[in-house]
């Protein structure tokens, strides 16, 4: 899954997104998400996951690390590619350890784009997140 994973990272990382956007490779905190994205003053933390498997096979430690992190007021969600349907869903973790779907759609660039504008747009970031 670690290769799908890469080959997500590397659209995202193509759509040339407004601000900073980078991969974290952590070995050291339980949980962490795949990426950090700051655009407008406003940080966002995205776990990747490229399976078809249901709450898209988190991590207990994953799921802790959402909902401490949404606590403290943080923004946190999960993009996740699901292989057999060819879909592209965004989702974030709720305090009962639920997933709520946010977003769905087929896994296009255009999808992906429009998760990335609703991540933004739910923070009241309105001018659009791809640079021109």
Aim: aromatic share 10%; hydrophobic share 35%.
């Amino acid at each position: 899954m670690k290769k799908r994973e890469s080959k997500l990272w590397q659209r995202i990382k193509n759509l040339n997104l407004k601000g900073q956007i980078f991969r974290i490779e952590s070995n050291t905190i339980n949980g962490i998400p795949d990426c950090y994205w700051l655009i407008n003053g406003k940080s966002f933390w995205i776990e990747l996951k490229s399976n078809d498997i249901k709450n898209c096979g988190l991590s207990k430690f994953q799921i802790n690390w959402h909902i401490d992190h949404i606590k403290n007021g943080g923004n946190a969600f999960i993009l996740q590619e699901t292989l057999l349907q060819s879909k592209l869903k965004l989702f974030k973790v709720r305090e009962t350890r639920k997933l709520e779907i946010l977003a769905e759609g087929e896994n296009s660039r255009d999808t992906l784009e429009l998760h990335f504008d609703k991540m933004a747009w739910d923070e009241g970031i309105e001018t659009g997140v791809l640079k021109k």
